[in-house]
């Protein structure tokens, strides 16, 4: 069968986590950099489909097709090892530091973070003919983007903190699910359905994804958004950061793991009295 059970698939959720822990620095960050790249021309695709078209829903309908092609070519972003390497750490698999899994970390952030960045440059240069003229239609919808989920959370304070959080939280529940989907088939097919659906309703409902954002805000900057690397920084990226990695191993990661493969004690059944 191409379907695993619960307890298969969480399995190979701790198997992955531990090998990504003991992968080497050179490549982690090259499947890394390979992720961040790949994701971020996807955004760049559904960014261009929505505005090419008017409906954002069509973009959210095709966005996940850069999602599958990365996992498929077994890259990593860091809100999928977010979920994966502490598991392994839990699972206390034979080498596994909390050292390892935070090296782990940030070296996917920084691939991802490379990787964004360089298709931010070069999508800049498509957008502005080399920089010799404003950015075309696409190219002005990703400076508005930025400006807008910086200054536009900046402005309510604490409050827009916490819902700039709230929405890392939620955005890494559905890519960490989208993760697991690529475990729970053995056919391309069934992991490509697995993983579309929640990375679809992640970008429909435009949640905060770290990688994602990589890309987005160092490109409006290079367009000329009206913020600051400061603005991104503090009122996106590293709340967001933060976001991703509760809502991915709190609502995913740690939920699998204790109810599929460190199952609570079964209640003795006593005969009934006639």
């Not at 190979?12 to 822990?21: F, I, N, Q, T």
């Not at 003991?22 to 994701?39: E, K, N, V």
């Not at 160092?218 to 503090?234: C, K, R, T």
């Amino acid at each position: 069968m191409s379907y695993l059970a619960p307890s298969e698939f969480v399995t190979k959720m701790v198997d992955a986590g531990e090998s990504k822990v003991f992968m080497s620095t050179r490549d982690t960050l090259i499947r890394a950099y390979m992720a961040g790249a790949i994701l971020a021309l996807a955004a760049v695709f559904a960014v261009a489909v929505s505005q090419q078209t008017g409906y954002p829903i069509i973009g959210a309908i095709l966005f996940p097709v850069g999602f599958c092609m990365l996992y498929l070519l077994g890259f990593d972003l860091l809100t999928g090892v977010f979920v994966l390497s502490p598991l392994a750490l839990i699972d206390k698999r034979p080498g596994v530091t909390l050292g390892g899994v935070l090296k782990n970390w940030g070296l996917v952030f920084t691939g991802n973070l490379a990787g964004a960045v360089t298709v931010a440059v070069m999508m800049s240069i498509v957008f502005t003919n080399g920089f010799s003229t404003e950015p075309n239609a696409v190219g002005k919808v990703i400076a508005g983007i930025g400006e807008a989920r910086t200054l536009g959370y900046k402005e309510y304070g604490a409050a827009g903190m916490l819902t700039l959080f709230i929405r890392g939280v939620l955005c890494n529940w559905m890519v960490s699910t989208g993760v697991v989907g690529a475990m729970i088939s053995t056919s391309v097919s069934g992991k490509v359905i697995a993983m579309w659906m929640p990375i679809m309703v992640f970008f429909a409902m435009t949640f905060e994804h770290s990688v994602v954002n990589m890309f987005l805000f160092p490109s409006a900057l290079i367009m000329g958004g009206n913020f600051s690397v400061m603005d991104y920084i503090v009122w996106n990226e590293l709340p967001t950061v933060i976001g991703n990695l509760v809502g991915g191993l709190a609502f995913t990661g740690l939920t699998l793991y204790s109810t599929h493969l460190r199952t609570g004690a079964k209640k003795k059944a006593f005969p009934r009295a006639a």
